[in-house]
């Protein structure tokens, strides 16, 4: 279970309203590559690792994809704060705000609801940590690409912390995955188990 | 920010695997009324709430789901380990194993991945508690649904306490709407702003 | 079944084209809280209601949605008919003009189709109608974001009788909930039935 | 605006409950090809349609699959009324019932919530006019298979009424493209506007 | 299986990049009537069809459409490439440019990714048959709608390539059908086979 | 573009109909991690790779893909030929028989429709590469899963020959990482790319 604690990860502090922004960072909060997928992708993975260190990986790193999920839905709150009548009428912004007003909805810059079709759980340790690694590579290209289109410093800040976690994290899917493949005594790369080939009784 | 404690809200102990039963249950960990659906429903509702009260409420509840999102997926674990061959051949739940092995993947017992359609957040406050309301009546029935569904103890323990939370929430959404309605100076129960029908200069 | 009656049960006289204008209201088309998702949760939940009288509530009020949605679709044909070509190249509008041209397609203001995940129906009746409640909740929410998107009266005039008749049907539901609980000889407010806590034999 | 008619097109009266069968019938319900596709893809159609002549078979069309609708979702009602504990425990329709109970919600026999992806509305007279006719023989298919996978009587009686009026919905449209083709002097056969290929000033 | 030819079947070249335009065109790539689909639908439905030179038709066809989801690929692609940095900035295609950068992702112009519910497979060949000159007429369509969106001859002329060859498609599968119809000895244009009317034993 | 060779790239010679097995195996059709889903991640990715020699791996093994998706459906359509009508009457397969009789479709195990969600194209090289890394995981998982289902020797074979063709597919885009990496003059295991910290200009 989870405790709340009433602060964020990283701080948001916006001073400027920016519904055309908001509309693409959204992306992150429910989005192919965001925080949410992220998260659940890592928080029910655990359950098929039958090693308690990389069990501990991901509950630690889905735990910490929640508060990168805040982190965004207050980016997404703060950018769409106090917006004036112009910055919604005959905006694309209009789009949104018909069916959630000024509200934060877990969707993605195209408009398309979260959908968990985005995250890969297999249930095979070594590919489910391939899915990690990818899963972290997509998030990092994201925030790059929200970074190349706003120069708001205030924007600009949290995101480059979230790009940076997204970095960390590979790394510990990566160690996290040289740990299964010394525990599986298996030291093959491509996470190849023979066993499955042999004729079945 | 959430800090994860390790343990479960409430104790999930089966002896007994069940994959049959664990595609039922599964709805409540993916499905349109489940738990997922619960917390990022909550979670992100919060922002559009001008009242700290309220806010609280939807961010206690909001973080209580998430706790009854790790007691579903304890309990679609604990049924699907220790499968036999013969709890997966020539079953429906090969359909599921296929692509998750036993993984816990949120998804409906229809077989449907979990999507964010599910969820209203309409940004207005009155609505939002009314979606709220709805939403834990609609996890009871499911809930009341799974106990009609099985008579192993183990099972049907942890889910009249899941049952029974629902209630509690629906009781605070409740409170929550007298407070907003005390707030909005307006008792008109039905939530009716006769600003917006005035002509806009 | 329907006999249908050639006339709109609101007329809609629109002179201006706008094509921006007609993608925000086709939410309440094809949205997530539109007359397409209203008129088929209720005309569905009819099915599972015990009550003649609380089945026909169902009945009129989906009825009468479908009329609802007639409304919307001429609103969206009468914005989108004599464009010209500036109203639709280089602007949002071609984006959807694509795939449709001007034809009325429900979908909602983010382009997604139309899909029935948006619609609750579970087989209890005082969760149904606490699910319809919230429907009605949320497309007043979508009725008063048009109104603050458009000054055009042609437009504004249909969409403040259309949501008029969603707190017309808020209370209709609210007393099919009373009538459902003084049926039911259960005063709970909360639709709590202890009958399933029990132990099952 | 439609107004309804307290009976059914086609009386159904099942005496025998079979939720198996249930799951299958359904598609005709929320399905690919089903009725709710159906009568949405025709009413939505016409308001594209130039020639009130074929406007009026479009909205006859679309306001009988709205009947036939009614019929579907009342043989699905009565194969899952009075169900016994065991017509749902451990069988198939647990899937089902979880989420909806006894309820009469559209999607697809294979879970799929109904989605407007599957209907077609191009804004095109006789384009539209083709995928009514692909949509009339599609549906056609599916009453074929359904007629293969029961033997029961109640239930083939309304679905050999609903396969034949699928027939006359063929000719009809049949029909209107032969007005259409007519009316846009156009014998073309392949419905080829050369207009379009005319180099544009 | 199909070998790599590295060419395209018709020659693209366009030197003004134009992200808004490629946003349009974009819904040949993934969106409902586009090459992507199309492929998909013939080169599935062949399965079902009894009579080799229908199944002949069918893999051609749809083999060229593989051709032709390259040629909107390149398309895409030379319209995206560089971009500078005010074409993407503050445009509508940062929504896409978040998520895929300059990549080429199939979707439609709405945003929505390509799903298979758009393509009908009913292993039943007049039905099949009738799909495709729907789907036929409706790519058509949308290629005459881009046509009506852009001026560039560098797009035109690709662009009336594929167009024609839809029209070519929608004739062969024409002539399809009256082979089918001729084998099945079956001279009934509305592709009514009585024996399913037959009481069954 | 892609000539059609009239072979299989592996002989499928199934003698035994089961229309069970097929239900499950049809998910590498177009489930999650299927074979149209690595085709068309590929044969998409390709255009944003900056080097001609990865380009060309892309092509290669997505055009094998196909080859692949061609061999599962000759698989899904042998299983499925010649089945009684108990094979299908009462059975599982009755819902995937009413709406496509035993045509072959492209959908997951569970029937949902296959979804361009379940891919990723971020048009940063490493990135997609990395999803290739994990796509080529989850197919080889789900091809496992499948030799784990059958003990059908007609089916193994074939399989077994897909399921070593992901793992050859795996080195290949293993390879192509390093070579990116080269390229790029980047060593950095992590594919992180300093320049996007700096502050913007």
């Given at each position: 279970m989870w405790i709340y604690e009433k602060k964020l990860e990283y701080p948001v502090k916006i001073k400027n309203p920016n519904s055309k922004l908001a509309q693409v960072i959204i992306s992150q909060l429910?989005?192919?590559?965001?925080e949410l997928a992220a998260s659940m992708r890592y928080l029910h993975q655990r359950?098929?690792?039958?090693?308690g260190e990389i069990t501990g990986i991901l509950t630690d790193v889905g735990t910490e994809e929640l508060a990168h999920l805040e982190i965004v839905a207050a980016i997404i709150y703060q950018l769409t704060r106090?917006?004036?009548e112009d910055d919604v009428?005959?905006?694309?912004f209009a789009t949104y705000f018909v069916d959630h007003t000024t509200g934060v909805y877990p969707l993605a810059?195209?408009?398309?609801p979260f959908d968990m079709k985005y995250v890969g759980i297999k249930g095979d340790l070594l590919t489910d940590l391939n899915e990690d690694l990818a899963a972290e590579q997509k998030a990092r290209t994201t925030y790059d690409n929200i970074l190349r289109l706003t120069d708001d410093p205030d924007v600009r800040d949290p995101i480059k912390f979230l790009r940076q976690r997204e970095l960390v994290h590979y790394q510990r899917f990566g160690e996290a995955i040289r740990i299964a493949q010394d525990k599986l005594d298996c030291k093959n790369f491509y996470a190849?188990?023979?066993?499955?080939?042999k004729p079945k009784k």
């Amino acid at each position: 279970m989870w405790i709340y604690e009433k602060k964020l990860e990283y701080p948001v502090k916006i001073k400027n309203p920016n519904s055309k922004l908001a509309q693409v960072i959204i992306s992150q909060l429910g989005g192919p590559d965001g925080e949410l997928a992220a998260s659940m992708r890592y928080l029910h993975q655990r359950y098929s690792s039958p090693y308690g260190e990389i069990t501990g990986i991901l509950t630690d790193v889905g735990t910490e994809e929640l508060a990168h999920l805040e982190i965004v839905a207050a980016i997404i709150y703060q950018l769409t704060r106090n917006l004036k009548e112009d910055d919604v009428k005959d905006t694309p912004f209009a789009t949104y705000f018909v069916d959630h007003t000024t509200g934060v909805y877990p969707l993605a810059a195209s408009g398309v609801p979260f959908d968990m079709k985005y995250v890969g759980i297999k249930g095979d340790l070594l590919t489910d940590l391939n899915e990690d690694l990818a899963a972290e590579q997509k998030a990092r290209t994201t925030y790059d690409n929200i970074l190349r289109l706003t120069d708001d410093p205030d924007v600009r800040d949290p995101i480059k912390f979230l790009r940076q976690r997204e970095l960390v994290h590979y790394q510990r899917f990566g160690e996290a995955i040289r740990i299964a493949q010394d525990k599986l005594d298996c030291k093959n790369f491509y996470a190849y188990n023979p066993s499955f080939d042999k004729p079945k009784k």
